[in-house]
């Protein structure tokens, strides 16, 4: 007999199942239906030996010093700051947009206390800042809009920024001053022997065994356990009965070429060209030392896995019926984003699950991460 189910060894699941068998030493068991462990954020070396992220680039920032530590204990870390390109009329720009984007982008050489005055006369106002059209337009106006963001978020999204919530586009913020840095957080690193490693090092432990390849479907009935924990998606555990919840999904596109660089930057941005939203170059994240180089490119889709939850008002209130059901559904907690729908950084989810942690043991956060 399992005390605890776990569904899916993504970090909700990996964090929820090392602290309820290290701190409670409960005996769990992690059904994954991929074959392996890490969710989204797992990587491997390919056929040529380079670090790759098979869904798409990972790069760990965080404020919270308890998510920082408590993921210490299973990697050592890389510094890394991540900077990011735009491709916008036939050049490569710094975005977040900051001084160096706009003295580029219209031939200036204007000061960080110049460019405050400049934005602000681009900047339109606006009653209220509802959706990711108003952020960005009442931060730099309509031509920066139309030119950095309005394309990439319809193609990434299939939605207008208008039909976005603010916080979408909000996690982009425009600076006066020369910092190129796509994050601003305390803690910007990656882990150096990559993710899968770390994860590896926290599902050992006696009381954890792992079943990959499988649905929980196919054993929910036949493995005995107490309680679930649930990180799939919330509609699917409850068979759609309010109807589907919107994720946007991704096709990757990975290659390898025989050149040492391949591109300017980490991450190059297509805001208005190709179907694809962006390009990353794996060897920037990792540091890896090889004579050839990997990329991905990620082309936006409807159908597929589920990758993101949307944020605009509608999904929330079809979220808020799931929520309730899940609230009323005892012995299962959900965590993560998409059991949660939400749009959620790794750092966010890891601070979740501590957090349900410390409800289902009945500790206090300090307690529980001693
Ligand atoms: P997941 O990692 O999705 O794990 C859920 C697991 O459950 C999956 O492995 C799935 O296979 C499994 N599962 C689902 N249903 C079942 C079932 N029926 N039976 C068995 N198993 C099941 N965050 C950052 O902080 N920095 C970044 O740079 C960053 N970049 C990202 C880039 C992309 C392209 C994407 C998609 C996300 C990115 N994220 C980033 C977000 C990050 O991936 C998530 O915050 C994090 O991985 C979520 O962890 P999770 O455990 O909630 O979900
Ligand atoms: N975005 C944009 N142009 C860019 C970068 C981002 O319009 O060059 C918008 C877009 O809507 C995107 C959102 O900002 O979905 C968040 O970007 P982020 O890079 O955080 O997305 P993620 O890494 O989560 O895919």
Known sequence: ????????????????????????????????????????????????????????????????????????????????????????????????????????????????????????????KRETIRTSEDVIITKVGKELYEKFFRN?????????????DSTVIARIPVRSNRDDRYFSDKYQVMPLHGYTRMFERMLDHPNIKVLLNTDYHEVKNIIPYREMIFTGPVDEYFDYCYGKLPYRSLRFRHETHSTERFQAAPVVNFPNEYPYTRCTEFKYLTGQEHPKTSIVYEYPTAEGDPYYPVPRPENAELYRKYEQLAKDTPGVHFVGRLATYKYYNMDQVVAQALTLCTKIIGMRRRELLN
């Open 152 to 164: 990439y978020t319809r193609k990434q999204w299939g939605l207008d920024p208008s039909e976005l």
């Open 1 to 124: 007999m399992f005390d605890y189910m776990i569904v899916g060894a993504g970090f909700a699941g990996s964090v929820m199942a090392e602290r309820l068998a290290t701190v409670y030493g409960k005996r769990v068991i992690i059904v994954e239906k991929r074959p392996h462990i890490g969710g989204n954020a797992y990587d491997h070396y390919n056929d040529d030996g380079l670090l790759v992220h098979k869904y798409g680039p990972h790069i760990f920032h965080t404020n919270s010093q308890d998510v920082f530590d408590y993921l210490s204990r299973f990697t050592e870390w890389r510094p890394y700051q991540h900077r990011v390109l735009a491709s916008v009329d036939g050049q490569l720009m710094p975005i977040p947009i900051n001084l160096t984007t706009i003295n580029q982008y219209f031939g200036l050489n204007l000061t960080a206390f110049q460019v405050e005055e400049f934005l602000q006369k681009l900047a339109e």
